[in-house]
């Protein structure tokens, strides 16, 4: 096994399955184009032999080295390197919450809207980040909201989503209406 | 071409309202290219309708000075937080995010002022002088197999530079080149990669991706050093770089505007592939190369000189030929035809005013680069000063929402989080992010060129390899790839 950890094999077996899966779902889309020789799949095919090389490659490197980094490798920054060092369960809990936290957000945003989920996002992200000081959290929050709000909604008029579910689609109809009028109001 | 120049410079200050017009379009490229996912694209497409009541030379002008702005814009947000503005501001992040962690953003924000400002500046002055000449050299030279090729070296040059090994440096413009490959191949439109999702018929955008693995991940490694009580911010230092030390990187800003004014004409490249290939070539030469990446200046100086210089360099295919060479100068032929104009060879002789009042307008603006960069500077280094607990939401929010409007759909932010989830676990494990980020930005093109250049050498390679620019390119990009397969095999631990 030379120098092969678990977590070498794990990695190495994530990126076979992701060459494999790619190659497989290669042939959904295997038609031969008129005009061109080497069809719909000739590129992405090479790109994943090449990456089923690479891979190769860095297994048997890893074989040889683990996970030692080659020597005068440029543009690795010192930050890249915080896989070493213990963690408590609390601190692995408070990750995992700050890479879900996201993700939630982005799956709410199609029924609840831009308007109504942001808030609570903030408050959030505001409360994984450790600060506990209620005045602060809304103060923060409002501050934000606000400043989101003047800048893709009243000056950009960029539109954001609005939520497909009742009473979240009232509210983002509401603040949009607020909108309106107030631009109506010609201030100029 | 002196007095052709004052002739302009004239028509530009000597009208108030062009005047002010010139202002606006200098602070808007700088904001909105500041501002992350909404760019200067986003102010030119808002402000395209207008540009009808403007004259011709007014109208082509502003988005002339917004194009020279807004690549500048895009470095602060990417030296500050780690969130490029734009793709070519990307490389800027290597070392410019570093930097800042080191208590050294004064210095990379003014390394990044100073260099914009030089590499527009050469740019314009080189694109007054040689915009017939160079755009004849180009339409006869360059086609799709020389912009495959330059796409070929360009990531051979990316795969060389970050990621613990060259083998990692490898997967990662891999794992980019095949995400690309995601939407509907360039040539027949078949769907590729769709899994299901017919959003996703359109492809992965940029947009999403870039902000994802830089910003996104970038938040998620603070809040891993936040939960682990290693969390600590930046120090702020007002402190500029030192003329000995901008003096030192002469030759890293001579050859960066070479390179960025080169990539600059190829119609497609522009300036994203001008600065990665500038962050490079800078890495190649350097004496000190293991210190790219941990907040070496000459990558701020690299990258910011080459996508500066590319922005005067895209304006000869457009002027020269009407060809656009990006986004930002396919608006600018929309305002040509508003006008009635057609951008060409012809609009030198029928509208030489409006082309010097262009010139004169991109030179001033690069130069403004450099006075109202170093005022802006001072005020926005106390962003730092901001605590991250409340930084943090804004720059998700400002994120998410960047990702959206680009094609209003949700996909796209699920898209950027996900991609900062996976950019967070590939940089723990010694992945490298620019490389991944130059396969999706490089990909699409490299398919697109490669097609349309076999097609063109009906799939002979030795006529493909015939044509020299080709030939030099394949070769450097060859070499480049044997010698880190090469020093992989020899590879020794660090």
């Given at each position: 096994?030379?120098n092969?950890?678990?977590?070498?094999?794990?990695?190495?077996?994530?990126?076979?399955t992701?060459?494999?899966?790619f190659?497989?779902?290669t042939?959904?889309?295997?038609q031969?184009i008129?005009i061109y020789?080497?069809g719909?799949?000739?590129?992405?095919?090479?790109?994943?032999?090449?990456?089923?090389?690479?891979?190769?490659?860095?297994?048997?490197?890893?074989?040889r080295?683990?996970?030692?980094?080659?020597?005068?490798?440029?543009?690795?920054s010192?930050?890249?390197?915080?896989?070493?060092?213990?963690t408590s369960?609390?601190?692995?809990?408070?990750?995992?919450?700050?890479?879900?936290t996201?993700?939630?957000?982005?799956?709410?945003?199609?029924p609840?809207?831009?308007?109504?989920?942001t808030?609570f996002?903030?408050v959030?992200?505001?409360?994984?980040?450790?600060?506990r000081?209620?005045?602060?959290?809304?103060?923060i929050t409002?501050?934000?909201?606000?400043?989101?709000?003047?800048?893709f909604?009243?000056?950009l008029?960029?539109?954001l989503?609005q939520?497909?579910?009742?009473?979240?689609y009232?509210y983002?109809?509401?603040?949009?209406?607020m909108?309106s009028q107030?631009?109506?109001?010609?201030?100029? | 071409?002196?007095?052709?120049?004052?002739?302009?410079?004239?028509?530009?200050?000597g009208?108030p309202?062009?005047?002010?017009?010139?202002?606006?379009g200098?602070?808007g490229?700088?904001?909105?290219g500041a501002?992350?996912?909404v760019?200067?694209?986003?102010?030119?497409?808002?402000?395209?309708?207008?540009?009808?009541s403007?004259?011709?030379?007014q109208?082509?002008?502003?988005?002339?000075?917004?194009?020279?702005?807004g690549?500048?814009g895009?470095a602060?947000?990417?030296?500050?937080?780690?969130?490029?503005?734009?793709?070519?501001?990307?490389p800027t992040?290597?070392?410019g995010?570093?930097?800042?962690?080191?208590?050294?953003?004064?210095?990379?924000?003014?390394?990044a002022?100073?260099?914009?400002?030089i590499?527009g500046?050469?740019?314009?002055?080189v694109?007054?002088?040689?915009t017939?000449?160079?755009?004849k050299?180009?339409?006869?030279?360059?086609?799709?197999?020389?912009?495959?090729?330059?796409v070929f070296?360009?990531?051979?040059?990316a795969?060389?530079?970050?990621?613990?090994?060259?083998?990692?440096?490898?997967?990662s413009?891999?794992?980019?080149?095949?995400?690309?490959?995601?939407?509907?191949d360039?040539?027949?439109?078949i769907?590729?990669?769709n899994?299901g999702f017919s959003?996703?018929?359109a492809?992965?955008?940029?947009?999403?991706?870039?902000?994802?693995?830089?910003?996104?991940?970038?938040?998620f490694?603070?809040?891993?050093?936040?939960a682990?009580?290693?969390?600590?911010?930046?120090?702020?230092?007002?402190?500029?770089?030192s003329?000995?030390e901008?003096w030192?990187q002469k030759?890293?800003?001579?050859?960066?505007v070479?390179?960025?004014f080169?990539?600059?004409?190829?119609?497609?490249?522009?300036?994203?592939?001008?600065?990665f290939?500038?962050?490079?070539?800078?890495v190649?030469w350097?004496?000190?190369?293991e210190?790219?990446?941990?907040?070496?200046?000459?990558?701020?100086?690299?990258?910011?000189?080459?996508?500066?210089?590319?922005?005067?360099?895209?304006?000869i295919?457009?002027?020269?030929?009407?060809?656009?060479g990006?986004?930002?100068t396919?608006?600018?032929?929309?305002?040509?035809?508003?006008?009635?104009?057609?951008?060409?060879?012809?609009?030198?002789?029928?509208?030489?005013?409006?082309i010097w009042v262009?010139?004169?307008a991109?030179?001033y603006a690069?130069?403004?680069?450099?006075?109202?960069?170093?005022?802006?500077t001072k005020?926005?280094?106390?962003?730092?000063?901001?605590p991250?607990?409340?930084l943090?939401?804004?720059?998700?929010?400002l994120?998410?929402?960047?990702s959206?409007?680009?094609?209003?759909?949700?996909?796209?932010?699920?898209v950027m989080?996900?991609a900062g989830?996976?950019?967070?676990?590939?940089r723990?494990?010694?992945?490298?992010?620019?490389?991944i980020?130059l396969?999706?930005i490089?990909?699409k093109?490299?398919?697109?060129?490669?097609?349309?250049g076999?097609?063109?050498?009906?799939?002979?390679?030795?006529?493909?390899?015939s044509?020299?620019?080709?030939?030099i390119?394949?070769?450097?990009?060859?070499?480049?790839?044997?010698?880190?397969?090469?020093?992989?095999?020899k590879?020794?631990?660090?």
């Amino acid at each position: 096994m030379g120098n092969l950890k678990n977590s070498h094999l794990i990695e190495g077996t994530i990126w076979l399955t992701i060459v494999l899966v790619f190659f497989a779902f290669t042939y959904d889309f295997n038609q031969p184009i008129e005009i061109y020789k080497f069809g719909a799949t000739g590129w992405p095919r090479v790109i994943l032999g090449i990456l089923l090389f690479v891979t190769l490659g860095n297994l048997f490197h890893q074989y040889r080295f683990g996970s030692a980094a080659q020597s005068g490798r440029v543009g690795i920054s010192d930050d890249d390197d915080e896989a070493d060092g213990t963690t408590s369960i609390g601190a692995v809990l408070k990750i995992i919450a700050v890479l879900g936290t996201p993700f939630l957000y982005a799956l709410s945003l199609k029924p609840a809207g831009f308007y109504f989920a942001t808030p609570f996002f903030i408050v959030f992200i505001i409360l994984l980040f450790g600060e506990r000081r209620p005045r602060w959290i809304i103060s923060i929050t409002l501050l934000i909201y606000a400043l989101l709000l003047f800048l893709f909604m009243m000056v950009l008029n960029a539109p954001l989503p609005q939520g497909n579910v009742s009473p979240f689609y009232d509210y983002s109809a509401f603040i949009l209406r607020m909108n309106s009028q107030f631009q109506q109001l010609d201030l100029w | 071409m002196i007095e052709n120049f004052l002739l302009g410079s004239s028509a530009l200050f000597g009208d108030p309202y062009t005047l002010a017009i010139f202002v606006f379009g200098v602070l808007g490229g700088m904001l909105f290219g500041a501002i992350p996912g909404v760019s200067m694209l986003t102010l030119a497409a808002i402000l395209l309708p207008f540009t009808a009541s403007l004259t011709p030379a007014q109208g082509v002008m502003l988005f002339a000075v917004i194009y020279c702005t807004g690549t500048y814009g895009g470095a602060i947000t990417a030296i500050l937080f780690n969130i490029p503005g734009a793709p070519e501001n990307a490389p800027t992040a290597f070392d410019g995010y570093p930097m800042t962690r080191k208590g050294l953003a004064g210095k990379a924000v003014g390394a990044a002022v100073l260099c914009s400002a030089i590499g527009g500046v050469a740019s314009a002055l080189v694109m007054m002088a040689a915009t017939e000449p160079l755009a004849k050299w180009a339409i006869r030279n360059i086609g799709p197999p020389e912009i495959f090729a330059l796409v070929f070296f360009g990531l051979a040059v990316a795969s060389s530079v970050g990621g613990r090994t060259i083998w990692k440096g490898w997967m990662s413009v891999a794992l980019g080149l095949i995400i690309a490959t995601i939407g509907q191949d360039p040539v027949g439109g078949i769907d590729r990669f769709n899994f299901g999702f017919s959003d996703l018929a359109a492809g992965i955008a940029f947009v999403p991706a870039i902000l994802g693995f830089f910003a996104v991940s970038e938040i998620f490694v603070q809040a891993e050093k936040t939960a682990r009580g290693r969390y600590e911010a930046p120090p702020v230092n007002m402190e500029f770089p030192s003329f000995f030390e901008l003096w030192q990187q002469k030759i890293a800003v001579i050859r960066s505007v070479f390179v960025g004014f080169f990539c600059g004409i190829l119609p497609g490249i522009g300036a994203t592939l001008a600065a990665f290939m500038g962050y490079g070539e800078a890495v190649r030469w350097s004496k000190n190369k293991e210190s790219f990446g941990k907040g070496n200046i000459e990558g701020v100086i690299s990258s910011e000189t080459a996508n500066n210089a590319a922005t005067g360099a895209a304006m000869i295919p457009l002027l020269a030929l009407g060809l656009p060479g990006g986004a930002l100068t396919a608006m600018m032929v929309a305002v040509f035809q508003m006008h009635d104009l057609e951008p060409g060879p012809l609009v030198f002789y029928n509208s030489p005013d409006l082309i010097w009042v262009v010139f004169a307008a991109m030179f001033y603006a690069n130069l403004s680069i450099l006075f109202i960069g170093i005022l802006e500077t001072k005020t926005i280094l106390y962003l730092l000063k901001i605590p991250f607990q409340f930084l943090a939401p804004l720059i998700l929010l400002l994120a998410s929402i960047g990702s959206y409007i680009g094609r209003g759909l949700v996909l796209d932010v699920m898209v950027m989080f996900g991609a900062g989830i996976i950019g967070f676990l590939l940089r723990r494990s010694g992945y490298s992010i620019p490389g991944i980020v130059l396969g999706i930005i490089l990909g699409k093109i490299g398919e697109q060129n490669f097609a349309q250049g076999m097609q063109m050498v009906h799939y002979d390679l030795f006529d493909y390899l015939s044509r020299p620019v080709c030939l030099i390119l394949i070769i450097a990009g060859t070499l480049t790839l044997a010698s880190g397969l090469h020093k992989a095999f020899k590879a020794n631990p660090a």
